[in-house]
């Protein structure tokens, strides 16, 4: 069993900065794909951001330059630096693991930037 735990989100200032972390426990994996997804009010969700099994990243067109993923913590821990926020990136954000077949989620965390 997988547990994503998620920490950081809050609300800020447009042009702020927030950092987003999530550390998978439970099984054994490696070779896995984390990231980070969002879901704003009305909208579906939305992939913001991935890290490869080869800790290459891949970044949704609206996000890049903005925010950077990384991997640490024997690629247990997924974080999402965000910075230069704007409005439009409120919503809900969603840690993911994909390991073995199976898709995992975290259970959300509230960013809010506020104009």
């Known amino acids: 069993q997988v547990q994503l735990v998620e920490s950081g989100g809050g609300s800020v200032q447009a042009g702020g900065s927030l950092r987003l972390s999530c550390t998978a426990s439970?099984?054994?994996?490696?070779?896995?794909?984390m990231g980070w997804y969002r879901q704003a009010p009305g909208k579906e969700r939305e992939m913001v951001a991935l890290i490869l099994s080869d800790d290459s990243p891949t970044y949704a067109l609206s996000v890049k330059g903005r925010f950077t993923i990384s991997r640490e913590g024997a690629k247990k821990t997924v974080s999402l630096q965000m910075n230069t926020l704007k409005p439009e990136d409120t919503a809900v954000y969603y840690c993911?693991?994909?390991?073995?077949?199976?898709?995992?989620w975290g259970q959300g965390t509230q960013v809010t930037v506020s104009s």
């Open positions: 439970g099984s054994q994996f490696s070779g896995d794909v």
């Open positions: 993911n693991l994909y390991s073995g077949g199976t898709i995992y």
